[in-house]
Structures are given as C-alpha cells and as structure tokens.
C-alpha cells in the first residue's frame, strides 16, 4: 500500500544538465500534480496531469520545462539545460478525483516525500 | 500574485496551549480550504479542511475558522503538542487550481 514515490530524492545537476524527475501515483490514483517550492517560499503549481494528457500547465515556465504521465509508468517532470535558479524540492501529489469535484468533496490529495534538486 | 498569504513566518508556543495559525486570501472564488504539515525532509501531508459553505470544522485537537468576509481562516489546534512542531501550508481551491501560502514554522516547547 505504498503511498506517492518520488525518486530520486536527492539530484545533483551541473549547469546545462538534464534533470528527470519520477512519480509513481498511489495505486488507483489517475491524476498527478507536479509543485515547486523554493527556499523560504510556499508551494507553486506547475502541472496537472491525467494519464498521457496535460490538464492545466499554466504553472510551468515555458521554457526549458516538460512534464508527461503516459499510459504506463511514472510522471516525469523533465527539465533542460537546468540553471541555479532551478535549485528547489519537487513535489508530485496525486488524487482519485480531479480537482474539479463538487461541493463537499475532500480537495485533499496525497503529496509524495519529494525531490531536492542542487544545480551546482 | 500571491493569492494566499500566510504573514506569519514562524509561531513558538508552550505545550498544552492553543496554537492559532491564520491564513488570508484575495480571491473570492475559492470555495474550498485546507490545511497541510509539512515535516522536514518529507512531503505535505493533508490535516484538516473546509468548504466555504460552513464556518467551521473539528477534527480531535484540531479546528479551522473560516470567515468569508474577511477572506480570512484560521487553524487552532488545542492542546498543542511538541510533535504538532512542523511547517504548516494553507491552501485554498477554485476547483480548478490550489494555491498555496508561503507555511507558517510552527515550535510546540515542551
């Protein structure tokens, strides 16, 4: 009964590096979201994922970013030529139900341990 | 654009006092509110919400305030316990979008 893996859960990437990061939902959990938080800041959205569809990106910055969750296997969050300013703990979180439920429902999903990424 | 702003950076309280942590936000369309604590080194993990339909919401030592008017929540938790010491996040929800606070460091002394 795993809960949301995340792995690695530490990265370190050299400037202009890729860096992959994994998410492996909770067993019959069909919808991923991908969070950023920099250091002494919350928690930003970047993406929401159905499997092999991109619900809501509009947290992503446009360049450089990507994130995909296919029809078998993990969500990757995929970031290219990675830079300093990209330094920050990753978190995946998944959910049974979209967002988008009704009054009454329970908006609260199941967030993963996380990925420290160190561009050094 | 900050939609939800949790002002207090960090909270120091005695055991067994009431630890009140408040969160305000700018956009009336959220219609649903969580809170979530977070540990060092481990991801957020889900305590207690409310819909804006209702005012209030208990669960054991823990309960949320929400005042629409204000756009104003608060999370009380009574008695608090040094393992409540943790980041606490608020966040609100649209239904289509969660925005989180910038967390608030809680210290429950023994």
């Known amino acids: 009964n795993a809960g949301v893996m995340q792995n690695p859960r530490h990265l370190v990437r050299r400037r202009g590096q890729e860096a992959r990061l994994r998410c492996s939902p909770m067993?019959?959990?069909?919808?991923v979201y991908w969070y950023r938080q920099l250091p002494e800041e919350g928690l930003k959205f970047m993406v929401y994922l159905q499997k092999e569809n991109i619900i809501d990106e509009s947290g992503m910055p446009k360049e450089r970013f990507s994130a995909e969750f296919p029809k078998e296997g993990p969500s990757i969050l995929r970031i290219q030529q990675v830079v300093r300013g990209d330094s920050a703990a990753y978190f995946c979180a998944s959910s049974p139900l979209s967002m988008r439920g009704t009054r009454g429902t329970n908006y609260g999903y199941t967030f993963g341990s996380g990925t420290r990424l160190t561009v050094v | 654009d900050q939609q939800v702003k949790q002002n207090s950076p960090s909270l120091s309280v005695q055991e067994g006092r009431i630890s009140i942590l408040n969160c305000d936000y700018t956009?009336?369309?959220?219609?649903?509110f969580l809170w979530y604590k977070k540990y060092p080194a481990e991801g957020p993990t889900f305590l207690i919400s409310i819909s804006s339909i209702k005012d209030k919401n208990e669960d054991g030592r823990f309960t949320v305030f929400l005042n629409k008017s204000a756009k104003h929540l608060s999370l009380h938790i009574v008695p608090s316990q040094p393992g409540d010491s943790a980041v606490y996040f608020c966040a609100a929800s649209t239904g289509n979008d969660m925005r989180f606070g910038a967390g608030t460091r809680l210290t429950v002394k023994p």
């Open positions: 067993k019959g959990h069909s919808h």
């Open positions: 956009n009336s369309m959220f219609d649903y």
